[in-house]
């Protein structure tokens, strides 16, 4: 791997981040908060919130196996995948490498940074090579973005070739696993330590149902983490997000008894829609999710709209004509979907 500060834009590396008061104040417990400019009373919306999160980051840190300094909390995933932008890749000058089809957001942010996205088509079974990736990198190549569970296709990506690319590539290799809790894979949170160009991305949004919170959660070295927090804004996770997601980190339970009721459901699901006569094919999946190629995409998309059921028409993306994306819901709406297209003629 190059150096943390070859990877970064030098205007980053050597930036003095702002300052807040809650940053600035630490020590011994203070009950009179003259410092901030906030309205002493409407607590507990008055303060402003902990910049750092530390009681969110304490109860994640052991739940992943992870240290707190190797946590960056922010709002939803998709700011992590900013920063990372902002962090590593000098507009006009940088480009990074992903896999496609997968995640939207790599690709948009790339473009509102002014950052070129290269992109490097699966092969047939929704895999990809260290190899194919690495031969379209070049020197100015920061960072290459892989989602496993992938997104549409929702197969989990090779291991061995994360592995390959994390060890022969120069630059930052991000792991999007929002999936992962629905999946029997080994996170590569596990591997944090062995890495040091590593980035694991992972989010309330899906298996903690927690999307409207907005709170995603990137691990990484301690260093690439601080320098996150050195260009993050200053609260950029308000405080009923932090509340909300405290309140169900002490219940993790839960979240293991909704995973279980949707891979059952996933189960059942697919294997009903499988003899559906406008199913042609189910890619095999390990999120909470399936892709499914079907005899009329466009047809079907629009006929379940008319319904009031709406699943995802990825028709247009790479590798995916003819398929739709179907996330799993409950057994009550699953059932629904079911019915519907039974009805269909
Ligand atoms: C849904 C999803 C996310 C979640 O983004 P948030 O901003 O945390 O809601 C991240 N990555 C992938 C691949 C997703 O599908």
């Known amino acids: 791997m190059k150096t943390l500060q070859e990877l970064t834009r030098p205007n980053v590396w050597a930036l003095k981040p702002y300052s ?26 008055n303060r402003y919130p902990d910049p750092l999160q530390k009681k969110v980051k304490a109860l994640i840190a052991p739940q992943k196996h992870v240290r707190e300094e190797q946590i960056f909390l922010g709002n939803g995933s998709d700011e992590a995948i900013d920063l ?16 496609d089809p997968t995640y939207g957001m790599y690709q948009v942010c790339a473009e509102v940074n002014d950052v070129e ?48 690319l994390l060890q022969q590539f120069e630059g930052l290799v991000v792991v999007d696993e929002a999936y992962a809790d629905f999946s029997d894979a080994r996170s590569f949170l596990l591997d944090l330590d062995s890495y040091p160009n590593l980035i694991v991305l992972q989010t309330f949004s899906k298996a903690w149902g927690c999307a409207a919170i907005r709170l995603g959660m990137a691990f990484a070295s301690p260093e690439i983490i601080a320098l996150f927090n050195k260009i993050k804004y200053p609260y950029n996770v308000n405080v009923l997000t932090q509340q909300e997601a405290i309140v169900l980190l002490q219940t993790p339970d839960k979240v293991k008894s909704w995973v279980n009721v949707l891979l059952e459901e996933r ?9 559906l006569t406008c199913c042609e094919k189910i890619y095999p999946t390990d999120a909470n999710f399936f892709l499914t190629k079907v005899t009329d995409a466009m047809k079907i998309y629009g006929y379940l709209v008319n319904k009031g059921i709406i699943v995802r028409n990825r028709t247009h993306v790479a590798l995916c004509g003819n398929c739709l994306r179907i996330t799993i819901g409950t057994p009550e709406e699953n059932d629904t979907l079911l019915d519907a297209l039974r009805e269909m003629k």
Do not use: W
């Open 117 to 164: 996205y290269r992109k490097v088509l699966l092969d047939e079974n929704y895999q990809f090579t260290a190899k194919g990736l690495l031969s379209a990198s070049d020197e100015h190549t920061k960072v290459i973005f892989l989602c496993s569970p992938n997104n549409p296709t929702g197969n989990n990506l090779c291991r061995k070739e994360i592995e390959a």
């Open 84 to 99: 990372v932008f902002r962090a590593f890749c000098r507009p006009g000058i940088d480009n990074v490498v992903a896999i």
């Open 20 to 45: 807040s008061a809650r940053d600035e104040y630490s020590g011994v417990e203070a009950s009179v908060f003259l410092d901030a400019n906030e309205n002493p009373y409407h607590a507990p919306y």
């Open 267 to 275: 189960s059942r699901l697919m294997e009903e829609f499988s003899k």
